[in-house]
């Protein structure tokens, strides 16, 4: 391996109106190695992927390709150097064909000026054969999962012959199978020579892929190295600044008497007979594999679909929930797994999102007052410890993260007596997620009761006082105390070990 990197930002410098967004970073990146760019949300990365995909221009410092400094204008200036990006994201036609998605924009042409559909379909058919996926080229989109539009992505990308390939969050809707099958095309794309920018929030799949890592906070270096000289400790010391035993936070407080009861709940094709009690102030966890019907529980206990049977009761006294607005009023809460489609107005400002269930709170007379939207507003995202221009910025211009506490604002301005958090810190990173865990033990400290749903084994043991593990619709096992371990949450979910 040579010690000269294909691609290296040297003291690059970008601002935007009022933020520093990088401030004289620096990377490298190696033929046949895999970087990993590690950071909390906000600490840079996504504006150095647009400022290396020529999105972006840096106000200082240089881009060097080769060692030779380059000037990228355009996107098409970006690629035209071999350098590729795989967002977490990408963008798909899905009435196209796999071979038309991979070559749009760049595809072959015939003599006259026409597209060769025989050789964008011949070469399309290569470039997958190359990565091993096994789809057809004229296959349509929408016939296929999201695991293989992904392949589809990636072969997109490879379709311009990179010799940088930037992979941003590549594996968030993969499953593990997949995500193994990920692995072995970046190990194909580094004894091709590629250089690889990995950019997850995963660490182990940092430490399982990555050869080399560099560290951003809040839009600075603060350093780099080879992965096999480094341990999480020292990585996440880096990021955030904080020890590993401080992610998750003492949890002092004993949950009081019953306040919701949950009997028999049942839907025709989702799930069937869920019986439970949540307790003022505890946090009661929800684990299950996917398919296990946790997701569509919490939205039939929300009122977003309705039960065929059940019984819901708080402080003893049945209610009946028949759609949001129906918990909202009796005090139940519900913030989605997928804040950017169901849990957020990403095109409104974070004030108004945050007011938006609360406009009796913030209007008179039929007339919104500004002024209170914002206090409520401000009183809220400052307890999330938010991080934003100002109120007024539009939540899709924010990170993951933040968007996660704008949601999680929003609800609680309604002061509600259950919050269901459905993988709260899905896709953020480990500074947010440690913000998020000290702030539902706060709530939980004071009384509200905290139902989260989680795939992510520590943040169960972390934070739960109980779990229920589902498996195909149905609890399987209720555990607390010596009980909840990693391998007993493993086996009631994968079916291995009989309800206790």
């Keep these: 391996m040579t010690d000269v990197p294909i691609l290296a930002l040297d003291n690059?410098?970008?601002?935007?109106?009022?933020?520093?967004?990088?401030?004289?970073?620096?990377?490298?990146?190696?033929?046949?190695?895999?970087?990993?760019?590690?950071?909390?949300?906000?600490?840079?990365?996504?504006?150095?992927?647009?400022?290396?995909?020529?999105?972006?221009?840096?106000?200082?410092?240089?881009?060097?390709?080769?060692?030779?400094?380059?000037?990228?204008?355009?996107?098409?200036?970006?690629?035209?150097?071999?350098?590729?990006?795989?967002?977490?994201?990408?963008?798909?036609?899905?009435?196209?064909?796999?071979?038309?998605?991979?070559?749009?924009?760049?595809?072959?042409?015939?003599?006259?000026?026409?597209i060769d559909m025989a050789r964008t379909t011949r070469d399309a058919k290569a470039l997958l054969e190359s990565i091993g996926a096994p789809l057809r080229p004229d296959t349509k989109l929408r016939d296929l999962g999201i695991a293989s539009k992904h392949l589809v992505a990636i072969a997109r990308a490879l379709s311009i012959d990179a010799c940088v390939v930037i992979m941003d969050e590549p594996t968030a809707a993969l499953s593990q199978k997949e995500i193994e099958?990920?692995?072995?095309?970046?190990?194909?794309?580094?004894?091709?020579?590629?250089?690889?920018?990995?950019?997850?929030?995963?660490?182990?799949?940092?430490?399982?892929?990555?050869?080399?890592?560099?560290?951003?906070?809040?839009?600075?270096?603060?350093g780099d190295g080879m992965i096999a000289d480094v341990d999480q400790d020292a990585l996440v010391q880096m990021m955030v600044g904080r020890a590993v035993d401080q992610i998750f936070p003492p949890r002092t407080h004993t949950p009081g008497e019953e306040l919701l009861k949950v009997v028999g709940y049942s839907h025709p094709t989702e799930f069937a007979d869920v019986t439970f009690t949540l307790k003022q102030g505890e946090i009661l966890g929800f684990y299950g594999l996917v398919g296990a019907g946790r997701s569509e529980f919490m939205q039939a206990l929300f009122g977003i679909t309705k039960p065929s049977k059940g019984v819901c009761r708080i402080d003893g006294k049945i209610i009946v929930i028949r759609s949001p607005a129906d918990a909202i009023a009796a005090g139940i809460v519900y913030v989605p797994e997928d804040r950017g489609k169901q849990g957020a107005i990403t095109a409104m400002p974070i004030f108004q999102n945050v007011a938006l269930p609360s406009l009796g709170k913030t209007s008179r007379h039929g007339f919104l007052r500004m002024a209170e939207e914002f206090s409520l507003a401000r009183e809220y995202t400052e307890r999330l410890d938010l991080r934003a221009t100002s109120l007024d910025q539009e939540v899709g211009n924010l990170s993951g993260g933040n968007q996660q506490k704008v949601v999680i604002a929003k609800w609680l301005a309604t002061q509600p007596r259950v919050i269901i958090l459905d993988e709260p810190t899905k896709g953020i990173d480990i500074g947010s997620k440690a913000a998020v865990h000290s702030f539902m033990a706060e709530l939980a400290a004071a009384g509200l009761s905290v139902i989260m749903v989680s795939s992510e084994i520590p943040e169960v043991l972390g934070m739960s006082d109980r779990v229920i593990v589902m498996r195909e619709g149905r609890m399987v096992a209720e555990l607390e105390g010596t009980k909840l371990t990693p391998e007993t949450l493993v086996r009631h979910a994968a079916g291995i070990e009989k309800a206790a």
Excluded: C, W
Aim: proline share 3%.
């Design 12 to 114: 690059i410098t970008k601002t935007f109106p009022g933020v520093v967004a990088l401030d004289k970073v620096r990377l490298a990146l190696y033929p046949g190695q895999v970087t990993a760019l590690i950071g909390e949300n906000g600490a840079g990365k996504s504006t150095v992927v647009k400022t290396l995909t020529g999105i972006y221009q840096p106000d200082g410092g240089q881009i060097l390709v080769n060692g030779t400094p380059v000037h990228f204008a355009t996107a098409h200036d970006a690629a035209e150097a071999g350098i590729t990006a795989i967002h977490q994201e990408t963008v798909l036609f899905d009435e196209m064909t796999v071979a038309e998605n991979i070559f749009i924009g760049h595809a072959p042409r015939t003599r006259f000026g026409l």
């Design 181 to 222: 099958e990920l692995y072995a095309l970046v190990d194909h794309l580094k004894a091709q020579g590629k250089a690889i920018l990995f950019i997850s929030h995963k660490f182990d799949e940092i430490f399982r892929i990555a050869d080399r890592y560099t560290v951003f906070r809040d839009g600075q270096f603060v």
